[in-house]
């Protein structure tokens, strides 16, 4: 099974196109499951029908199929019942924390959904998907959030994973039996055993939900309308998925304009919009141009005409681009370079910090704190170089930790 993730500014048509998509390997043959994570139904008008709403955990088994398309499914992340269930839940593993601390427990009917419950109704659902025996689909094309909002959600796995080891250490488990001693010759209570259960059942969740965003069945198909803002728009995308280990399968133009049309209003805004497009045409990426139908894409049959200047179900899984081998240059020059893959990076965009055992990266408006390789904790950084997309970081072996041997 693929996923196609299908992001890009606001307006620029990523519902349309996760739809268009979809349709495309529908009729290629593929089985597809047409995924929104929006409370709105933003796939509606563009499938001409509703889409109905489902939980997280059933979206294995959605809605039936399109009947202009036996192939092809589509539904919406019902966020607030995952929400709701996912708490109720928890309050249910918690009762004996709960009634020590004399709390009442919240039922599910007064339970309202909290701002960044979509990403994690997101996260679960696909990580549901590829939890199913037998693999349901061929393909999946999630319709996401706007670029900077995707890339957070597809971070937070990972992001998560690192608070609850920093708060909770799970080396400090084999411990347990010394805790009563260690309370009482501290005066205060020690964690209790819930607490590191429930650290190591999130954690397991959370390494499952990685697993998926960062495994290579998992692409990014970026969408833009050429325009002044476009060129910006794509390099900025492309440099966050870069830096989270994103692959960009392709880069979708979407509503270009004819170029030989009589009238010189249009002509003219068909030459301007050329002129933006050349620089997305430069993107290493394949970029696919869909033509502005002269109104907003509604059923089957305009996402006909959109579909056949798409690919079909993506034909094995992409490179990661979230490669960083390690070259050992200590006989040459005596360091170690890192190289870390930021296309369309400047130098400006880019802030590095060495923080312990982790390197603290920033590219433009995306940060991510990488743990370093073992070989590199035992070295200093020496310095770092950007050179044709690839950022790359010298590390000096420090005499006081390295091997003698070496």
């Not at 970026?222 to 492309?238: F, I, K, M, Q």
């Not at 009238?263 to 141009?289: F, G, I, T, Y």
Request: aromatic share 2%.
């Amino acid at each position: 099974m693929r996923t196609v993730l299908v992001t890009g500014p606001g307006g620029a048509g990523r519902s349309t196109v996760a739809a268009a998509t979809a349709l495309a390997a529908s009729r290629a043959g593929a089985r597809v499951l047409l995924l929104g994570t929006d409370r709105q139904d933003t796939l509606g008008p563009a499938l001409g029908a509703p889409v109905g709403a489902i939980s997280a955990a059933s979206v294995a088994s959605a809605p039936a199929p399109l009947a202009a398309e036996p192939r092809l499914r589509a539904a919406r992340i019902d966020s607030a019942d995952d929400f709701r269930t996912g708490l109720v839940a928890l309050q249910e593993r918690s009762t004996a924390a709960l009634d020590l601390l004399g709390a009442g427990a919240l039922d599910a009917d007064e339970l309202t959904e909290l701002p960044g419950s979509e990403q994690f109704a997101l996260l679960r659902a696909l990580r549901t998907l590829y939890r199913t025996p037998g693999a349901p689909y061929d393909l999946v094309v999630v319709d996401m959030p706007p670029t900077h909002t995707a890339l957070a959600a597809l971070a937070l796995p990972e992001q998560l994973r690192r608070y609850l080891r920093r708060l909770l250490p799970p080396e400090r488990q084999a411990a347990r039996s010394l805790r009563p001693m260690l309370a009482q010759l501290a005066g205060v209570p020690m964690p209790a055993q819930w607490l590191y259960e429930t650290s190591a059942r999130q954690d397991a969740e959370l390494a499952a939900a990685q697993a998926v965003v960062e495994g290579p069945a998992v692409s990014v198909r970026l969408v833009v309308e050429p325009g002044p803002a476009a060129a910006d728009a794509l390099r900025t995308a492309r440099l966050g998925c870069a830096l989270h280990g994103l692959a960009v399968d392709a880069v979708v133009a979407n509503r270009v304009l004819p170029t030989a049309s009589p009238d010189p209003w249009l002509a003219a805004l068909s030459a301007h919009q050329q002129a933006h497009l050349k620089e997305v045409r430069e993107n290493p990426a394949p970029v696919r141009e869909l033509p502005h139908l002269g109104r907003a894409p509604h059923g089957v049959e305009d996402l006909e005409l959109l579909a056949r200047d798409l690919p079909g179900l993506p034909r094995g899984g992409p490179a990661n681009a979230a490669v960083r081998p390690v070259e050992d240059r200590l006989g040459e020059d005596g360091v170690l370079v890192w190289h870390l893959p930021l296309p369309g990076a400047t130098k400006g965009d880019l802030g590095l910090v060495r923080r312990g055992d982790e390197l603290v990266l920033s590219a433009g408006p995306f940060r991510r704190i990488l743990p370093l390789p073992s070989a590199l904790r035992r070295c200093a950084v020496s310095g770092a170089a950007l050179h044709d997309g690839t950022l790359r970081v010298r590390f000096t072996p420090d005499p006081g930790l390295w091997p003698r041997g070496r």
